[in-house]
């Protein structure tokens, strides 16, 4: 069964001094409960989920006595596509990668690369033997932007040996606390092996975090995602037709250039970086005997599985969860039990494990107690009920899930699989109320009924658009607030997109289930949580 959703935004003890920074932590936890040994789990095992919502606020206006140390690297295909059919793409990395550099706070350690078959620091000025990086400055950043608006296209591009510069400038000052990359690329690891890229992430893993964005027609987006998805980054399309003009967030955008796309996401992403002012946050789970972590991944802003990052120390596990801003991130973990120790025969019940977070303590945030969970098996297994969050999230799997088996498809020509698969992406996009994703998807298919998935596949379809959705295809939506009143999906009656078929389609409006409170189809039967829907009627 699922305990209700507790707050832990409680003042550490003795109170915290007003205007100080603080992390606050939610915790949901959901399991079905069995008697011991009836799990059918491989040795009477059971997994338990969590799902842990983490706040920090206060961090920007918190003026820490000594500023931490901070290190930035820009990475710039330079290889001959960049220059090919046209100048348009390599001079619009020269002004984005320039703006990017001027907005580098003083004091921020910084190098501009370029990329081809290797990897060379065009800014500073230093010998290729031992790469290094710079201050900011008004004259270092004066002569970093001229750098980058004399980047040239030619040459190939083995994306490897440019990230294993990057790690060599950012982990050359030991003491430096946010380490960060952005890469640029219109193209593939082609000139380096896939083992090779693999090697060189296991080697950058954990020592940066990268965003990594793609421009043109002939970059891999999976290729893509794996990198940003490793170094904990996000991954961005710049096309010349974005798909998601539409959307109410990029009010304004729809009429962006390349080089303005570029140039803002650039601006966007470094920002993002150099507005992080809590260097190391970590979820430490205490567990006794009987319990484990079996999973942990970051489930909002965009999914990450970060299991493998986790560090076992006696009888806790530290799961890092990297560099924080202002903002809010949902975490799903999962802990394998073992319902056969003798306590829990006895009993019926345990208590697993504990969470808490730990920070850098010269950061000076205020931290929540320690939460603890328990579970307790009865003889007859009941229905499973995620909660608000876990259903939520679970959608958002299988949403992706349907998106990228639906790019695959439609990459293959196989178009009735593709419709099945992009049909069911724009049912369960529609359910979460996603306009973001549900325009991406339209870039692709004509919906006639979002409702029940009903979708055509266009007759031409962008390959920029296709990539774009596969890049983005992780993005998720918080959880509406509990007792909030969070808008119906979009694409309601009278609701679809200008001369579409089944704009004005006459399907019947989603209800609000009363339990859950998740919009969905006016069935019989909550889809979602089982609930009967005509008692809310």
């Known amino acids: 069964m699922t305990d209700t959703a507790r707050d ?211 970059w891999d987006a999976e290729q893509l995602r794996e990198i940003a998805d490793r170094l904990r980054g996000r991954v961005e399309a710049v096309v010349d037709d974005p798909p998601d003009a539409g959307d109410p967030r990029d009010a304004g955008r729809a009429g962006e250039g390349l080089g303005e796309q570029l140039t803002r996401l650039f601006r966007e992403l470094v920002g993002a970086s150099t507005r992080r002012k809590l260097s190391r946050l970590a979820l430490a789970v205490h567990t006794g005997p009987r319990a484990s972590v079996a999973l942990f991944r970051q489930v909002n802003p965009a999914v990450l599985d970060l299991t493998g990052t986790a560090v076992r120390d006696g009888d806790r596990t530290l799961l890092p969860t990297g560099a924080w801003g202002e903002e809010t991130r949902w975490y799903e973990l999962r802990l394998r039990v073992d319902p056969g120790h003798p306590s829990v025969r006895e009993t019926g019940e345990a208590r697993i494990a504990s969470l808490g977070l730990e920070a850098d303590a010269a950061a000076g945030v205020v931290l929540p107690r320690e939460e603890r969970i328990a579970v307790r098996w009865i003889g007859q297994a009941p229905p499973t009920d995620l909660g608000v969050a876990g259903r939520h999230f679970r959608r958002y799997t299988e949403l992706e899930e349907a998106t990228r088996a639906g790019c695959a498809a439609l990459g293959r020509h196989d178009v009735p699989r593709a419709e099945r698969e992009l049909g069911r992406a724009v049912r369960l996009a529609y359910e979460l109320g996603d306009a973001s994703h549900l325009t991406r998807l339209r870039a692709l298919v004509t919906v006639e009924n979002a409702a029940v998935g009903l979708v055509r596949v266009r007759d031409a379809v962008d390959p920029g658009h296709l990539r774009t959705l596969i890049a983005r295809s992780s993005r998720t939506a918080p959880p509406p607030e509990a007792g909030g009143d969070a808008p119906p999906p979009p694409g309601a009656p009278g609701d679809g997109a200008p001369g579409e078929a089944g704009a004005g389609h006459s399907e019947k409006p989603p209800v609000r289930c009363r339990r859950c409170a998740e919009w969905v189809r006016p069935d019989r039967f909550c889809e979602s949580c089982g609930h009967p829907l005509g008692e809310d009627r």
């Open 8 to 218: 832990f935004a409680t003042e550490a003890a003795g109170g915290a001094a007003p205007g100080r920074p603080r992390v606050d932590m939610t915790v949901e936890t959901a399991h079905e409960q069995y008697a011991p040994g009836r799990s059918g789990a491989p040795g009477g095992g059971h997994e338990v989920q969590v799902m842990v919502r983490i706040r920090a606020r206060g961090l920007e206006a918190a003026a820490p006595r000594h500023p931490p140390e901070r290190s930035e690297v820009i990475v710039i295909d330079c290889s001959g596509s960049m220059g090919h059919p046209s100048a348009r793409k390599i001079a619009a990395a020269r002004r984005a990668a320039a703006a990017a550099i001027e907005m580098l706070p003083d004091g921020t350690h910084f190098a501009l690369v370029a990329g081809t078959d290797t990897a060379r620091v065009v800014h500073p000025r230093c010998d290729p033997a031992s790469p290094a990086t710079v201050a900011a400055s008004p004259a270092s950043r004066a002569d970093g932007a001229r750098a980058a608006l004399t980047l040239e296209a030619h040459g190939g591009t083995r994306i490897s040996s440019w990230l294993s510069l990057a790690r060599t400038l950012l982990t050359a000052r030991p003491d430096t606390a946010f380490r960060h990359a952005l890469l640029l690329t219109d193209g593939v690891d082609q000139h380096g092996r896939t083992e090779e890229l693999r090697r060189v992430l296991d080697d950058c893993a954990g020592e940066f975090e990268c965003d990594a964005l793609g421009i043109g027609e002939g």
